[in-house]
T-cell receptor
Framework: QKEVEQNSGPLSVPEGAIASLNCTYSDRGSQSFFWYRQYSGKSPELIMSIYSNGDKEDGRFTAQLNKASQYVSLLIRDSQPSDSATYLCAVNRVGDMRFGAGTRLTVKP | DAGVTQSPTHLIKTRGQQVTLRCSPKSGHDTVSWYQQALGQGPQFIFQYYEEEERQRGNFPDRFSGHQFPNYSSELNVNALLLGDSALYLC???????????FGPGTRLTVT
């Protein structure tokens, strides 16, 4: 079982729709969780962090965490073509951060 | 405020050679981690440095080594390069070992 698992996609949504990205993790001791966005040929960019169960909203982005289910999600509302990128889920445990393989999102105009 | 910087941007090496990659963390950050990212994959954790010591290590052979200097900057050294070492090498820094982590632009290493 991989430490951090994501649907590889690709996920395609029309402009203005909600994009939903999911992630599961295996280590119950994980304490903090992050979403990064990576454009092709660029390095990952931090877009959300979440540390406790529930929802956290920042602009068009909402991160959701359920530690009992070992599940993290990212919702992107009013998706824009500029949101087209690979989204990486990252889980922090015992001081180091592990990443999923990423979900490729395409937002079609 | 400069973010995380890395050098060089691109590098081409021959199999069997050695390479050194450099990273300067974001101001105020004392923890540096290195990652290897192959095409189409997520970043793979190599190791983390804090207080000039390697604190955590991922599943990478001893050919991969590093160092952190008193000013928190860091180097990644790879010996006896293999074709499979071709990848984007990412440095990330954070203010403490459990906080948000920020990436540099990466070094694209090609081994021929």
């Amino acid at each position: 079982q991989k430490e951090v698992e994501q649907n590889s996609g690709p996920l395609s949504v029309p402009e203005g729709a909600i994009a939903s990205l999911n992630c599961t993790y295996s280590d119950r001791g994980s304490q903090s969780f992050f979403w990064y966005r990576q454009y092709s040929g660029k390095s990952p960019e931090l877009i959300m962090s979440i540390y406790s169960n529930g929802d956290k909203e920042d602009g068009r982005f909402t991160a959701q965490l359920n530690k009992a289910s070992q599940y993290v999600s990212l919702l992107i509302r009013d998706s824009q073509p500029s949101d087209s990128a690979t989204y990486l889920c990252a889980v922090n445990r015992v001081g180091d951060m592990r990443f999923g393989a990423g979900t490729r999102l395409t937002v079609k105009p | 405020d400069a973010g995380v910087t890395q050098s060089p941007t691109h590098l081409i090496k021959t199999r069997g050679q050695q390479v050194t990659l450099r990273c300067s963390p974001k101001s105020g950050h004392d923890t540096v981690s290195w990652y290897q990212q192959a095409l189409g994959q997520g970043p793979q954790f190599i190791f983390q440095y804090y207080e000039e010591e390697e604190r955590q290590r991922g599943n990478f052979p001893d050919r991969f080594s590093g160092h952190q200097f008193p000013n928190y900057s860091s180097e990644l050294n790879v010996n006896a390069l293999l074709l499979g070492d071709s990848a984007l090498y990412l440095c990330a820094s954070r203010p403490g070992r459990d906080r948000e982590q920020y990436f540099g632009p990466g070094t694209r290493l090609t081994v021929t």
